[in-house]
């Protein structure tokens, strides 16, 4: 079904918005620190229509689901929360929202940590900007996306994914500052290119999970008297606080000085001995990996011709991220995939990304 054949009439306007993978800086952006994202080739894509009575109504072509809007202070659940937490945000920015018609197709993969709703909030933004000559800017678009997140899906996320989606491409990276916003746009490493393999375990606990690490981070920071984990550089600071909290600080702290490593300029080799340590640091320290996880990126880790891999989003399942030598990452991929199903698991290849065209 499309657009017309949903609603009776062509749409009035459309835009579209990335999904991304993170390729260091796991966990550090809810602790003002610093992340490099880059953009995938799948991609949310929202239309809209002006709606003839004065409910809005929000279809999903991947669920095949109608949801309407009559009741503004009846919030909806699953895809549509999401929508409807834009629409609120903006009309409470003081924007007049009429009642719409909106159309959503997505080639994000959901539940692999590939912010599939980051996708959703900013090409539901972006296509509001265009319909309605709104003046927000692509960062703030980013804010208001993030606070759809937090205020209506219940995750206390930090902006990487919005900002991602929302300002890198799939040839760059995106080195950005979570604190003061400042960003880098920074080529991929030399002679590499990016391999994203899903666990095929879904992620499960996230958002109680990952509730949980922020609360965390934050009780470490205070017990450190500093405002967030970002100010600690020294990573022996650290040492005077209790279990969990040291751990979860060593995480953080370490993270953040990855990323600042590969900001000086590193070799493919060197990026890939970090992403390494990342994962070793999110498995032990952080503990948000699964074995399915720690197998597919161990599997990743001994193949020749990857320089490094790591699990990648929020972890307790989904997918893991590997630089890899050009050219050679859809071989890498079937030689990993037949060893880790073997292993009974059922992952599967999601960048380079094989028969996007169907998916869209
Ligand atoms: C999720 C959140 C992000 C970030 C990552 C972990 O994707 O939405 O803000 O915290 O987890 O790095």
Do not use: W
């Not at 709606?51 to 095949?64: G, K, M, P, T, V």
């Not at 940590?113 to 900007?129: K, N, Q, Y």
């Not at 490493?189 to 391999?195: C, D, M, N, Q, T």
């Not at 981070?217 to 909290?245: F, Y």
């Amino acid at each position: 079904m499309n657009f017309q054949q949903v609603f009776g009439k062509p749409p009035e306007t459309e835009a579209s918005a990335p999904g991304r993978v993170n390729l260091l800086g796991e966990h550090t952006d809810y602790n003002d620190g610093f992340v490099l994202p880059t953009a995938i080739p799948q991609s949310t894509t929202v239309q809209l229509g002006f709606s003839s009575d004065a409910q809005h109504h929000f279809y999903s072509e991947n669920l095949n689901e109608q949801v309407s809007i009559s009741d503004i202070n009846h919030q909806p659940s699953g895809f549509a929360s999401y929508i409807f937490g834009c629409i609120e945000l903006l009309q409470k920015a003081g924007y007049t929202i009429p009642p719409l018609c909106v159309y959503v197709n997505s080639s994000v993969p959901m539940g692999s940590g590939l912010s599939s709703s980051a996708a959703l909030e900013v090409a539901t933004l972006r296509a509001l900007r265009q319909l309605l000559n709104l003046p927000i800017d692509d960062v703030e678009i980013a804010q208001f996306a993030q606070q759809a997140e937090i205020q209506y899906a219940g995750v206390q996320c930090g902006i990487m994914d919005q900002m991602a989606s929302s300002l890198a491409d799939t040839e760059h990276i995106l080195f950005l500052d979570t604190r003061t916003l400042e960003r880098r746009v920074m080529p991929l490493p030399e002679k590499a290119e990016i391999l994203v393999i899903d666990s095929g375990v879904p992620r499960t606990l996230v958002s109680s999970g990952y509730n949980q690490r922020r609360a965390e981070c934050e009780e470490a920071a205070r017990s450190l008297g500093v405002k967030a984990l970002r100010d600690i550089t020294d990573v022996n600071v650290t040492k005077i606080l209790p279990e969990p909290l040291q751990r979860r600080a060593r995480h953080v702290v370490t993270e953040n000085n990855r990323v600042l490593e590969v900001l000086q300029g590193v070799t493919s080799e060197r990026f890939g001995e970090l992403m390494n340590a990342s994962h070793a640091s999110l498995r032990d320290d952080y503990e948000v990996s699964v074995p399915a996880l720690d197998r597919l990126v161990e599997i990743l880790q001994k193949t020749e011709g990857v320089f490094g891999a790591r699990l990648t989003g929020a972890g307790f399942g989904g997918a893991s991220v590997a630089l890899v030598r050009s050219g050679e990452s859809k071989g890498i991929a079937t030689h990993v995939l037949e060893q880790y199903n073997q292993a009974g698991y059922n992952g599967r290849i999601l960048v380079p990304s094989l028969g996007l065209s169907d998916a869209a």
